[in-house]
């Protein structure tokens, strides 16, 4: 189970996959097929609250981490020019998705971005764009918890009804 549980780490700091996928992962019983990267995937057929605490506690980990990264040790990396050429590419985009929501709301304008279970939203952009919007440490930790569990629920929730409903 320790195993599991360490895939589900993994799968919930990908940027790709952040709880879209961990969660499905760590729940669905059958193979899951699609899976970007790895083509299909076993599912772990865990608990709903292991699943739930360790995908959920992983993400937000990720999003003070990723806040902490765009910080304080970007700059190093942002000296390979390929690097810097990524990176301002993905500001732009992070500051169009997030500055509306986060000018007009604040701390849950941040929240509901992060909490948007879809590609481009998340705990890492969450993390790119509060650090840009110099939002600080501790209101992005919040927002980021508020946000990841949110989206854990959303997420958990689509889930279980949708395997309930196909019978998986």
Do not use: H
Not at 21 to 26: E, R, T
Not at 140 to 150: E, H, Q
């Amino acid at each position: 189970m320790l195993e599991k549980i360490l895939v589900l780490v993994f799968l919930s700091w990908v940027p790709l996959f952040e709880l879209r996928w961990s969660i499905p992962i760590g729940l669905f019983s059958g193979v899951i097929e699609g899976v970007p990267f790895f083509g299909s995937m076993q599912g772990f057929a865990l608990p709903l609250e292991i699943v739930f605490l360790v995908c959920v506690g992983a993400n937000a980990l990720l999003g003070f981490l990723a806040y902490f990264f765009f910080d304080k040790i970007i700059f190093v990396f942002l000296k390979v020019p390929f690097l810097k050429k990524f990176y301002n590419k993905l500001i732009i985009k992070s500051q169009k998705k997030a500055y509306p929501l986060v000018e007009k709301y604040g701390l849950i304008g941040m929240s509901l971005f992060i909490a948007i279970p879809l590609p481009g939203s998340g705990s890492w952009t969450g993390a790119l764009a509060g650090n840009l919007l110099n939002f600080g440490y501790k209101r992005f930790f919040v927002a980021n918890l508020i946000g990841v569990i949110i989206s854990g629920l959303i997420v958990s929730i689509v889930f279980t009804g949708a395997f309930s409903f196909f019978g998986v």
